[in-house]
């Protein structure tokens, strides 16, 4: 996409591995590629990282990808709880919560 000129929000909890794959996309035209640290297990987490992407580009993300994920090895009916809401937390509600902080900004 960032060949395509779209500018290229990155999201991890890992700094350096992010900022590398920001350093590898492409700048076409005036593209402006970004990379915000965020635990998106974390609701309070994601809400900030949704208002520093609009202070970022005065706009809404139009595109998301979410690459995040977690795997918990386990029978679910066995899984701790703790396990469990993390699982789903990073799998599931970081979309959810997304997409309706993303609408309170707009």
Known sequence: MASQGVSI????????AMEDTVQQLPIVS??????????VSSSSGVNNMVKDI???YDRAPCILVNSAGVVADEF????E????????NINLKVYIIIIFYSFEEV
């Open 54 to 56: 609009f202070k970022t």
């Open 30 to 39: 005036s593209t402006k590629h970004s990379s915000f640290v965020v635990d």
């Open 9 to 16: 929000a990155a999201v991890d909890i890992n700094r350096e």
């Open 81 to 88: 709880e703790e396990k469990f809401d993390r699982v789903l």
């Open 76 to 79: 679910v009916l066995k899984m």
